[in-house]
């Protein structure tokens, strides 16, 4: 199994009950993280998006934060792999709503993605919809639906959270279901209070964190090829 998230957290906030799961019924779990560039010397909103999380502008946040991550995958029993691309931030993105205003002329970001993924093994993929529209999400799901693998497309939390009725990216395949496998919704919990530096952010702290992904079930959109692998490593829901 291979899930595909943008950021250092996605997977787990979106999907980690699953690739709990997953990993519980014997499964091996890979998380491959897109973008996790360090970059030195930060500046302008790349640079404001650490400060505003309480650290200095000498931390390296995005050595931090694959820290963070290792431990959450460790709690969910998946293996990470980082990809060595630059956030948003980085790439000319100037401000909070310019990342959810569409993709910028010329970020073919999505090219590196696709072709970093392609040698990757797995015989089945999550990925995220993009729902909330953020750039990174959107060049994802133009990546992953580029390479033509059997894909469980995982809803982007905590977006679906704020916004219910979020419509998914355009580069969404059609003719997908939903359907539910195994979760574990408890480790997910457990997975995502690691990410210290942004459960403030995201969710106003660790417990309101808890709170907000304890009534959030786990539904996927699938086409055929994926829901017949799903079969052999679950029990969809109907």
Do not use: I, N
């Not at 408890?186 to 995201?202: H, V």
């Not at 086409?223 to 017949?228: D, I, L, Q, S, V």
């Amino acid at each position: 199994m291979t899930a595909v998230s943008p950021h250092l957290d996605d997977a787990a906030f979106s999907v980690g009950g699953t690739l709990a799961a997953l990993a519980d019924a014997g499964h091996e779990v890979t998380v491959v993280t897109c973008f996790t560039a360090s970059v030195p010397d930060p500046a302008g909103f790349a640079l404001a998006c650490q400060l505003d999380k309480g650290l200095p502008a000498d931390v390296d946040y995005m050595a931090l934060r694959r820290d963070e991550d290792a431990a959450a995958m460790a709690v969910l029993g998946a293996t990470p792999l980082y990809l060595d691309l630059r956030e948003a931030p980085h790439r000319g993105y100037t401000s909070a709503p310019d990342l959810f205003a569409g993709v910028h002329d010329g970020d073919d970001v999505w090219r590196s993605v696709s072709a970093a993924l392609a040698d990757v093994p797995g015989d089945l993929w999550l990925a995220p919809q993009a729902l909330g529209g953020h750039v990174d999400h959107l060049q994802v799901l133009r990546a992953v639906a580029a390479l033509d693998r059997p894909v469980l497309w995982w809803r982007d939390s905590p977006y679906v959270l704020r916004e219910p009725d979020a419509v998914p990216g355009p580069e969404l395949p059609g003719g997908l279901a939903p359907l539910e496998l195994p979760q574990d919704l408890s480790r997910r919990a457990d997975a995502c209070a690691c990410y210290a530096t942004q459960l403030g952010f995201q969710f106003g702290g660790p417990e309101q964190m808890r709170a907000a992904l304890a009534g959030l079930p786990e539904v996927l959109l699938a086409g055929t090829r994926a829901r017949e692998l799903a079969g052999a490593v679950g029990s969809p829901a109907r």
